[in-house]
């Protein structure tokens, strides 16, 4: 497996104009196009987020591209036995059990899913409520106390787009009923860890408990027979 990172896209970024090839999954989009103009036959394939592809935009109908089966790859880990491996192995006497943490920590991350997907449609490009701050738990039932109409508030009162509100608005009644009922097409991968780690830090409310130590134990706790069964593996594996 390569990089996208380690190829030179510099010789054809007049080519990809239309592309931000910043961006990591454009990078392999365009990779596909060219293997595909080129008829280059290699056995290669481009693994990208599924993301908003499908919802404000079209899937890429290219034979070298593999999407992920949900909205990211961090949705396969969105599982009783990723989630509860975590819990139990990497927090000591956590007092809620997995089917509620994944549940409440699945309805924040679809609140944001939904604003990045506002940000995106009206390529706004302006920055994010911390997650820290928007976040509120409470310890003894592990409910979060967040809504879509407050969180979208703070949102366009921090990014001043009092403006569009109405539009924004609009938008939001329009898209919320075309998505899927299943979380994992709802959530965006950085956001899902981030937010499983302040539902944690703010239960236990451990000072050295650090962000970075957490996603490297979320990531290294992979068991993968457990990836076994979704389609983007068997792909990939046979």
């Known amino acids: ?19 931000d090839l910043k961006s990591n999954k454009n990078k392999l989009i365009a990779l596909s196009i060219l293997l595909t103009q080129n008829n280059i ?14 919802i404000l935009t079209e899937i890429q109908n290219d034979p070298h591209i593999l999407y992920t089966d949900y909205s990211c790859m961090e949705s396969y880990l969105c599982s009783i036995n ?54 509120q738990v409470d310890k003894k039932t592990g409910i ?5 109409d407050n ?13 569009y509100k109405t539009e924004i608005l609009d938008f939001l009644k329009e898209i919320t009923n075309k998505l899927p009922a299943d979380m994992r097409f709802n959530m965006n991968g950085h956001d899902f ?3 499983l780690f302040h539902y944690i830090n703010k239960i236990k409310n451990t000072v050295n408990y650090k962000y ?13 027979n457990h990836l076994d069964e979704y389609e983007l593996f068997k792909k990939i594996t046979t």
Do not use: W
Request: glycine share 2%; with cysteine.
């Open 212 to 224: 970075e130590n957490f996603e490297r134990t979320f990531y290294l706790s992979i068991q993968p």
């Open 193 to 195: 860890v981030c937010i």
């Open 41 to 54: 036959s290699l056995n290669v394939k481009c693994l990208i987020d599924r993301d908003f592809d499908g």
């Open 82 to 135: 990723h989630i509860g491996k975590i819990l139990k192995l990497g927090i000591r006497n956590f007092p809620h059990n997995t089917e509620l943490v994944i549940k409440e920590v699945s309805k924040v991350a679809y609140i944001f899913f939904i604003v990045r997907l506002i940000n995106e449609h009206f390529q706004f490009k302006c920055s994010y409520p911390k997650v820290e701050s928007s976040l």
């Open 151 to 163: 969180y979208l508030n703070n949102f366009i009162a921090i990014n001043k787009l009092f403006k």
């Open 1 to 19: 497996m390569k990089e996208v990172n380690d190829i030179d896209f510099l010789s054809v970024k007049e080519q990809f104009m239309d592309l």
């Open 144 to 148: 979060c106390n967040i809504s879509i």
